[in-house]
């Protein structure tokens, strides 16, 4: 069971979420500790697609690894990171209402942690993350509602 799970109702098709959502160096717009992203190989993402993002944590920045682990639009998408003391490891469901003309987004998060700093350090991390992901999930909302995105 993940640390942390997070669902808002987005006036938009779930085609159009999935798609922005599906733009990985488009993070950044809607998750506001993301400083920059970069995806390796380019192309469409995919099972294996890999992004690199700067974050910004209390105190410093930080780069996160990550590796897209299940990919079937409009529906479902999962990560996993690849390095560090603490991994970011979710997944998010793109669900259908009202007949597909709005959509509820829920994501599923967590932190693994190999070793003992990583242990000492997920607390902390999950903390940051219980606000964040809120945040971001209302920041998500309102630029496709606004037709930002």
């Known amino acids: 069971m993940a640390a942390i799970t997070e669902s808002v109702e987005i006036n938009r098709r779930p085609e159009d979420v ?3 959502i599906d733009d990985l160096e488009r993070h950044g717009e809607w998750q ?3 400083v920059s992203v970069r995806v390796e190989g380019g192309g469409p993402t995919k099972v294996g697609t890999r992004a ?19 990919h079937d639009p409009p529906r479902t998408f999962a990560f996993h ?9 979710g997944k998010g469901t793109v669900e259908p209402l009202d007949g597909g003309e ?3 987004v829920t994501i599923e998060f967590d932190f693994e942690a190999p070793g003992i700093g990583g242990k000492l350090l997920r607390p902390i991390a999950l903390a940051q993350a219980r606000k964040a992901i809120p945040k971001g999930q209302r ?11």
């Open 81 to 89: 990171g690849t390095d560090g003391p603490i991994r970011p490891v």
């Open 139 to 149: 920041r998500l909302k309102e630029r496709l509602e606004s037709g930002d995105a």
């Open 32 to 34: 506001e500790e993301i």
């Open 52 to 70: 690199i993002e700067r974050r910004k944590v209390p105190g410093r920045e930080q780069t996160v690894t990550y590796e897209i682990t299940e």
């Open 102 to 104: 709005r959509s509820r």
């Open 18 to 20: 999935f798609a922005y």
